[in-house]
């Protein structure tokens, strides 16, 4: 290969890695800061009101439930270690896990039946993400200002006043990351023990490791990720769109009534020059958290938090026009121009019935699976490495271990019987004592008489019953070994 060809061949090979970069440049789109105005008209707007009342809500339960105590503990604890989930009065055992499972088909058919009927209500109001993007964007507003301000400093060169101000914001934005972690592993562990190793520095390696994973978790979604999360990495937000129809309510712009948009004018009539209501003032599209204009139609990236309704209708208010431009409404009612009176009829189609009724029958199982569900367990098990053997007297004898669970939070009593065989009797203790939410492992040791135990297996009952309380009882069946002769 003489030069020449050398230098065509580099060149062919520089110009194609250039083409390649370039593709794979124009597939990456950078992020662009969004600036939320959060401020519309004096005080809180209607919508905004129910979505800082739903922040204040979420948030005084899960901060403040792990500090309630319930019968000298935690009155909300799921113990990993020790297997035992504390909710209030109710402790669920491993062998519970029958009631959980049930908790989560009713979170799971609340969210479909909630989705179906009012679309992201889930979204808008009381996801974590949203309600911590909420309250992380008002730490921001308020040590660096609106969305004027914000876009300014930002624009600025590094000074000793934006590193301040940045150096506050992030500070705060950590101190409420750190407590939000710390919370969640206080619903794993008891929360003031917690607090008193942190204090002490002697907390264990996994718990400073969960602070720190659920902290920093808070402080990259609800400070830097935001509105990424819904786009890109919420499945929920994927999926969701199987559960709308066109009965679901959405928050729609009324392109009939708003097109087409323009600013007007003091001296004609907005009718006279041809427009619709929309006076393209850009507040819905400045409130939106995920910056999306609800003119272009529905979007997956609207989360439905109805900032750009009570946007839409300031603006409305301010210029004369009815309220509602952007609203509320179902894809139904804008094509049929539906009144709400008929809109709202149609909630109840055979979708959110069958989901209804689901969620109905499901939740009563459980209330009445909960109030049958019996506070005490029993396994047998057979003492594997002494089947059976003759005792004094021309006896049988038969070795078992018992684990009686105490799924009550009071130290209780219990005796046993056996039935099944004639002259079955119990040679070891008929009387035990199990602790408080607390497993006691009993040996029992049975014995028959030799003439009455035909060889081979007999089926015999094991009975154990609370002393306070005749109605606390198990029943368990196992087997009773004849011996060969
Ligand atoms: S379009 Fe409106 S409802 Fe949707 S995310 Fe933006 S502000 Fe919220
Ligand atoms: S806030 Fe209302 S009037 Fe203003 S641009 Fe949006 S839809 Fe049009």
């Not at 109001?125 to 200002?145: D, H, N, R, S």
């Not at 000074?159 to 939000?180: D, I, Y």
Request: proline share 4%; charged share 20%.
């Amino acid at each position: 290969m003489n030069a020449v060809d050398e230098g065509r061949r580099v060149q062919e090979a520089s110009t194609s890695a250039a083409k390649q970069a370039e593709a794979v440049e124009s597939l990456y789109a950078k992020r662009v800061e969004i600036y939320p105005r959060s401020k519309i008209g004096d005080g809180l707007a209607w919508f905004q009101k129910w979505r800082w009342a739903t922040v204040w809500i979420t948030q005084i339960v899960f901060y403040g439930l792990p500090w309630l105590m319930w019968n000298d503990r935690q009155a909300v604890l799921f113990e990993l270690v020790a297997r035992r989930f504390y909710i209030f009065g109710l402790v669920l055992w491993p062998q519970d896990i029958v009631f959980l499972t049930g908790i989560l088909i009713i979170a799971a058919f609340s969210l479909f039946l909630f989705t179906a009927v009012g679309g992201r209500l889930w979204c808008g109001y009381a996801c974590p993400q949203t309600v911590y993007t909420e309250i992380f964007m008002w730490i921001e507003k308020l040590i660096e200002g609106d969305r004027a301000r914000r876009m300014v400093l930002d624009r600025e060169p590094m000074s000793p006043r934006k590193f301040l101000l940045k150096a506050a914001k992030h500070m705060a934005w950590f101190a409420v990351a750190l407590w939000t972690g710390y919370t969640f592993v206080g619903y794993f562990t008891p929360i003031r023990e917690l607090g008193a190793e942190m204090l002490a520095l002697q907390i264990g390696g996994w718990s400073v490791l969960w602070v720190l994973f659920y902290g920093f978790a808070t402080y990259g979604n609800a400070g830097w990720m935001r509105e990424q999360v819904c786009k890109y990495m919420c499945p929920y937000a994927r999926f969701q769109s199987a559960m709308f129809d066109q009965d679901t309510l959405i928050v729609t712009y009324d392109e009939a009534r708003g097109e087409p948009r323009g600013p007007g004018s003091r001296k004609k009539s907005r009718k006279d020059l041809g427009l619709g209501d929309c006076v393209d003032c850009g507040l819905c599209v400045q409130v939106c958290p995920t910056g999306i204009d609800i003119r272009k139609g529905l979007q997956y990236e609207c989360i439905g938090c109805a900032a750009c309704i009570d946007a839409c209708d300031h603006t409305m208010e301010k210029v004369g026009l009815p309220k509602g431009l952007v609203r509320y409404s179902t894809t139904n009612a804008m094509r049929d121009n539906l009144d709400p009176r008929a809109m709202w009829r149609r909630v109840f189609r055979p979708r959110v019935l069958v989901y209804g009724a689901f969620l109905l029958a499901i939740t009563a199982a459980l209330a009445v699976a909960l109030s049958l569900r019996v506070p005490l367990k029993v396994d047998l098990i057979r003492d594997r490495g002494a089947l059976a053997r003759e005792a004094d007297g021309g006896q049988v004898e038969n070795v078992y271990r018992m684990q009686v669970s105490n799924t009550t939070e009071a130290r209780r009593s219990y005796t046993m019987t056996v039935s099944g065989l004639p002259g079955l009797a119990v040679a070891s203790e008929t009387r035990f004592e199990v602790g408080p939410a607390a497993v006691a492992s009993i040996p029992v040791r049975l014995l028959a008489d030799a003439g009455q135990v035909t060889p081979g297996s007999h089926k015999i009952a094991v009975e154990v019953r609370a002393e306070d309380d005749p109605g606390v009882a198990v029943r368990e069946t196992t087997t009773f070994l004849g011996l060969r002769r």
